[in-house]
């Protein structure tokens, strides 16, 4: 039961019923903590909570996690987590970072991106809903990693700006055909020179790219209502005048 479910989630993760209905199961199986954390995650998603509501709530989120957070990132813990000390359990280590959905792993910051880490988080099912990472200072061999170990299939969203990649870098993000597949790609601040920026409009011709830095990479849909944008504001200054 707990797979059929599971499989629901991951084919239409943005379906709030299929997840209360996960927490539901859950609670009746014993597992109390985590279909809290799956409510009050779903309970946060709420613009109008009172700023009182959403501390109490974040506050439970923080004490939950602190508790069982290492349990359910798996094998991530030996790569991002601080020392597991009484009372601090659930502390990233500096520049490493966790964005939850809904009681799942969605996106991470991480300081720095190693073959073994790859393979966690391509494999480990604790990751199953991972789609969003962002590299702190990242180089020439994160690039490397991206794309040798197939981590562009799995995500939807890249963050690997102000960092220290060059043409070498660019050339093989470039040279990947699923970074097409994802809604974003930030490479802003890094070392690309012509060479790089020539492979990038190659590969995307129609990606929009305002004097060379930064370099954002956007589905053309997106670029296109952009310059819709621009050419109604420019009408809209012709009326004034």
């Known amino acids: 039961m707990r797979e059929k479910l599971e499989k629901k989630i991951f084919e239409k993760p943005e379906d709030v019923k299929r997840h209360e209905a996960f927490a539901a199961w859950l609670r009746e ?65 500096p520049g490493c970072a966790i964005q939850w959905y809904r009681g799942w792993v969605f996106g991470l910051q991480l300081d720095e991106l190693t073959l073994k880490l790859s393979k966690v988080l391509l494999h480990a099912p604790e ?27 799995k995500i939807i969203a890249l963050d690997i700006s102000y960092g220290r990649i060059t043409d070498k870098g660019a050339l093989t993000m470039a040279g990947d055909r699923s970074l097409k597949k994802l809604k974003s790609v930030d490479m802003t601040g890094n070392q690309i020179g012509e060479e790089g920026l020539a492979a990038i409009r190659k590969t995307y011709p129609r990606v929009l790219i305002d004097d060379q830095n930064p370099i954002i990479l956007r589905r053309n849909e997106e670029v296109e209502e952009e310059k819709t944008r621009k050419v109604a504001s420019s009408t809209d200054d012709d009326d004034d005048t």
């Open 29 to 93: 199986n014993g597992d109390e903590p985590r279909a809290n954390l799956i409510d009050i995650q779903i309970a946060l998603e709420n613009n109008k909570l009172t700023r009182e509501k959403r501390f109490e709530l974040e506050l439970q989120e923080r004490r939950i996690l602190n508790e069982h957070g290492r349990e359910w990132i798996g094998q991530l813990a030996d790569f991002i987590m601080m020392r597991d000390i009484p009372g601090r359990r659930f502390e990233t280590k």
């Open 127 to 153: 990751l199953r809903m991972f789609r969003s990472l962002t590299l702190i200072d990242p180089v020439n061999a994160s690039c490397d990693y991206l794309h040798e170990w197939g981590l562009l299939d």
